[in-house]
């Protein structure tokens, strides 16, 4: 899956045409779901649609993480990555709608600019991220454990700033993961991803983006009263 630099026969077009078309379908349910008053309605009264998205999201995840034969195998890999797609499109809607839409629009505007700003730089840069990964463990578990201790004072009362922290932790890892993935993909570092893995590399790109987005709007975001 991930490999010491080598020749990639698929192209980034080929991925970011992937990831184009997953932003276009989040872009549009989450535009739904926070401009739509009666679909904000009927989701908050419906529970049981986010929950059974997160199930799939969750198994469709770990089919396109874990197993190579159904991630490498064409349609069957597309199909998952669309199952993958709209379940997270639906769980991020979902969040969104919690929110004010100009708070939303504003998040939206300021993860582009974020998501721009780090691919420019993974393409310009000397600097090796893919060989960083003991950085972005590092990473990985400082946000784990800021979240786990988060939901623990939780329901002893709501610390807005330590929320904040989290926020900002979450979109700082995620945004080197970002640099990492599109490293990975443009194969110019050390490491580089195998050429049949075009799926899964879309994957990864997308996933962070949209926590990008998600980390920043619980950072900015101003939710409904």
């Given at each position: 899956m991930i490999s010491p630099m080598m020749h990639t026969s698929h192209t980034p077009l080929q991925v970011y045409t992937i990831i184009m078309i997953q932003l276009l379908v989040t872009l549009a349910i989450v535009v739904l779901f926070t401009f739509c008053e009666p679909v904000k309605i009927y989701i908050h009264a419906n529970p049981g649609w986010y929950w059974a998205s997160y199930v799939l999201f969750f198994i469709t995840y770990?089919?396109?993480?874990?197993?190579?034969?159904?991630?490498?195998?064409?349609?069957w890999n597309l199909l998952l990555l669309v199952i993958f797609t709209l379940c997270l499109s639906y769980m991020?809607?979902?969040?969104?709608?919690?929110?004010?839409?100009?708070?939303?629009?504003?998040?939206?505007?300021?993860?582009?600019?974020?998501?721009?700003?780090?691919?420019?730089?993974?393409?310009?840069?000397?600097?090796d991220v893919t060989s960083c990964q003991g950085v972005l463990f590092v990473l990985c578990m400082v946000v784990f454990f800021s979240g786990l201790i988060f939901l623990i004072v939780l329901p002893f009362g709501y610390v807005p700033w330590l929320h904040a922290v989290y926020a900002a932790l979450g979109a700082l890892a995620f945004s080197v993961f970002l640099a990492f993935d599109t490293q990975l993909l443009m194969g110019s570092k050390h490491y580089s991803i195998s050429p049949e893995e075009y799926v899964f590399a879309a994957l990864n790109i997308y996933l962070d983006i949209v926590y990008i987005f998600t980390f920043i709007l619980q950072l900015f975001g101003s939710q409904h009263d």
């Open positions: 770990l089919t396109l993480s874990c197993c190579a034969e159904p991630r490498r195998r064409f349609p991020t809607g979902m969040l969104s709608s919690f929110y004010n839409t100009k708070s939303v629009m504003i998040c939206l505007g300021i993860t582009a600019l974020v998501c721009l700003s780090v691919t420019i730089f993974s393409f310009q840069t000397k600097i």
